[in-house]
């Protein structure tokens, strides 16, 4: 992920045209510098101008936000190279918030839940051919890796369908 993340200069440099790129990268980047707890209450909500409009659970978190803005984008524009943001407006947009929570809880499943879903997708004969393994540990891993890609190809087919 840092990789990906330190990639973001590179991408925004070539295609610094395009207003739906800076705006991903700068949602990205905001993303990374506000970390898990400001997630938890502040969604980016749209890059105009060099104006980054941030959505905020409640005033609290808007007065709050308000006196980091500067050191924010200092952050911001630091770890993207360049100035591509200039100002920061707080807006409080509970709903936005709690939308883009719900979305994250849906996506975040218990490592039981992912556990119990990558051991149904295991077919018989899979399990027979992971018998050729002898440590228990080493097979019950390669049993766990190999039902989570067969339920992620399972997924990704039924998205298609």
Request: hydrophobic content about 45%; charged content about 35%.
């Amino acid at each position: 992920m840092d990789e990906l993340f330190r990639a973001l200069p590179k991408l925004l440099k070539q295609f610094e045209d395009t207003e739906e790129v800076r705006e991903a990268v700068a949602f990205a980047a905001w993303r990374r510098i506000a970390g898990e707890s400001l997630s938890d209450h502040t969604v980016p909500f749209r890059l105009f101008n060099k104006h980054l409009i941030i959505a905020v659970a409640d005033k609290m978190w808007k007065r709050h936000l308000e006196t980091l803005s500067g050191q924010m984008i200092f952050k911001l524009n630091s770890a993207l190279g360049q100035a591509i943001v200039t100002f920061i407006e707080f807006r409080v947009d509970e709903d936005t918030v709690e939308a883009e929570r719900a979305k994250h809880r849906r996506n975040l499943m218990s490592d039981a839940q992912q556990r119990e879903i990558a051991l149904e997708e295991i077919t018989p004969k899979l399990r027979h051919s992971a018998d050729a393994i002898k440590d228990d540990n080493l097979r019950y891993q390669f049993l766990l890796a190999a039902g989570s890609c067969l339920a992620r190809k399972n997924r990704l087919k039924n998205k298609k369908d």
